[in-house]
């Protein structure tokens, strides 16, 4: 089943309104046929299908404005069969993240034409899933004793955030291991995507992307890749891109301005000290000075404040 | 700079200019041809966008028969507007790829470009948030409505130059309730062809295009 989701029509369209659906649910539509409109501004946009199949639900009604990426509709792929009449909801239903492999909307000179999210479209943004992952990003250190010292990180224990290895684990490791870390990386238990043959010695097994030499004589551990963090971009919700424009604009257009007094507050702190018993315990020393400094403010001139 | 063939269609009929912009921008999609620029005028025309709503209309089909008035619905973006003798239509049909994939750039850019060939004339135009087009002194001198098909633009803008805008009491142009003028209002007396000859360079500069004249003059077969 492929989601058909609202496009992006430019670098800040946070939304689009689905004027009309050209395909009704249990019509078939061909790839790239024109499927429904939306419109932007001035501008009547026709999205072609992404897939060639049938249109099974179809999420969003006429005449609603959603969130770019919103789902709008499924169509489930050739050789599905027609679905029975589609439950309309009135509602965007959440924005989803794209379908494997399809890059999040970024600016809009990389933004892909009308929705293609199939498994096999450009896997530029996606690195090639590793088959055997190590628990989140490896960092530099750990990276190096690897290499240094040929271990295969899949045999060390994480323990950092979320099974990360650490420089503490490895050491750790390798003090268990001791003379017998050569035997272990002999045998690995898991091979990554990488290794040729997990026992051959050549010194070619190791990844493109691993550095050359500092390779002992012995069997070569499978070395992990270094890949970066496994992140996600997630597009601005439209309330958060609305609340970062406000923000920015009050700093653009407010006079942001800063003013310090010296104040001596013995009496204060004298008072408190007279005063602390009966005083609950939420309020605390700052509670008061900032009341006393309020009552002295008001008192000193006519600012206004909050 | 991408090559931009210049048609100039003369008076044609809205409905036969739609049909010539769809079969253009089938051909623009297969690459066959180059960016196109189209130039009519049309007979008296209301036309209703997809953003339209039947009830900026004014006039009855009663009145719209006796004034010679036709009508039509378009899938251009935009609400109700009018055209008529008088107006300079353009029809631009770019590949939005070759440009830039952004919708609010391309209206931005098609409005920078009237306006900066209305500042030749000496009309101090701009363009106004949230209301696509042209004004001069809060009244609206072009009008805008655009189609996009596969990144590909059809429609696109019209600009009065001497239209008789007394047409225009007939519809809620665009759903605002706000003026028209023209060029000829705004006291300048210019011949359509130099008006078009500007607009088009405006165009090219905007749209960095290389105005060329089309090989097969006006009508496509």
């Known amino acids: 089943m492929i989601d ?60 609603k404005t959603v969130a770019i990426n919103t789902v709008v509709a499924r169509v489930s792929e050739e050789g599905g069969e027609a679905a029975a009449p589609p439950a309309a909801e009135a509602a965007a239903p959440p924005p989803s993240a794209p379908p494997e492999g399809t890059p999040a909307p970024a600016p809009a000179a990389a933004a892909p034409p009308p929705p293609a999210p199939e498994p096999q479209a450009d896997a530029t943004a996606e690195p090639a899933p590793a088959s055997a992952e190590v628990a989140g990003p490896i960092s530099p250190i750990v990276r190096k004793m690897v290499r240094e010292f040929n271990i295969d990180l899949n045999q060390v224990r994480g323990t950092g955030a979320g099974g990360r290895v650490t420089k503490t684990d490895v050491e750790g490791y390798m003090s268990a291991q001791g003379t017998k870390t050569a035997q272990q990386a002999a045998t690995p238990q898991a091979a990554t995507p990488q290794a040729a043959t997990p026992q051959a010695a050549t010194p070619q097994a190791a990844p493109a992307q691993a550095a050359p030499a500092a390779a002992a004589p012995q069997a070569q551990a499978p070395l992990p890749r270094s890949e970066p963090a496994k992140t996600r971009v997630e597009p601005l919700s439209n309330m958060r891109q609305k609340i970062a424009e406000h923000m920015i604009f009050s700093q653009q257009t407010s006079a942001f301005v800063t003013t310090v007094h010296k104040v001596d507050i013995t009496p204060v702190a004298k008072l408190r000290a007279r005063q602390k018993e009966q005083f609950q315990q939420q309020y605390g020393f700052s509670q008061l000075t900032c009341r006393l400094s309020q009552e002295l403010w008001r008192k000193r001139s006519g600012h206004s404040r909050s | 700079m991408r090559k931009c063939e210049l048609r100039n269609l003369g008076c044609t009929g809205y409905a036969e200019a739609y049909e010539l912009q769809r079969a253009l921008v089938e051909r623009r999609k297969s690459g066959e041809i180059p960016d196109q620029l189209l130039f009519v005028e049309h007979p008296h025309v209301i036309t209703l966008g997809r953003n339209g709503h039947m009830e900026n209309l004014l006039a009855s089909e009663e009145i719209l028969r006796r004034t010679s008035i036709a009508f039509y619905e378009s899938n251009r973006g935009g609400d109700i507007t009018y055209h008529g003798p008088g107006q300079l239509v353009g029809y631009p049909i770019i590949d939005l790829r070759e440009w830039k994939r952004d919708v609010g750039a391309y209206l931005r850019a098609m409005e920078q470009s009237v306006i900066d060939a209305l500042s030749e004339f000496n009309i101090a135009a701009v363009r106004m948030d949230k209301a696509t087009g042209v004004w001069v002194d809060g009244a609206k001198i072009c009008a805008m409505g655009v189609h996009l098909s596969r990144w590909i633009t059809s429609h696109g803008f019209a600009l009065n130059v001497s239209t008789d805008l007394r047409y225009f009491q007939y519809i809620v142009p665009c759903g ?15 011949s359509r062809e130099q008006v078009q000859s500007v607009v088009a360079r405006q165009l090219a500069v905007n749209f960095d295009l290389e105005m060329v004249q089309a090989t097969e003059m006006g009508r496509i077969q």
């Open chain 1, 4 to 63: 058909v989701i609202m496009p992006q029509m430019g670098e800040s369209i946070v939304e689009g309104t689905l004027t009309r659906w050209l395909k009704k649910a249990g019509e078939r539509v061909e790839r790239d046929e024109p499927l429904f409109e939306i419109s932007t501004d001035k501008v009547d946009t026709e999205i072609p299908s992404p897939a060639a199949g049938v249109l099974q639900e179809v999420l969003v009604e006429e005449g």
């Open chain 2, 176 to 190: 605002l309730s706000k003026p028209v003028t023209s060029m000829e209002a705004a006291g300048v007396r210019a």
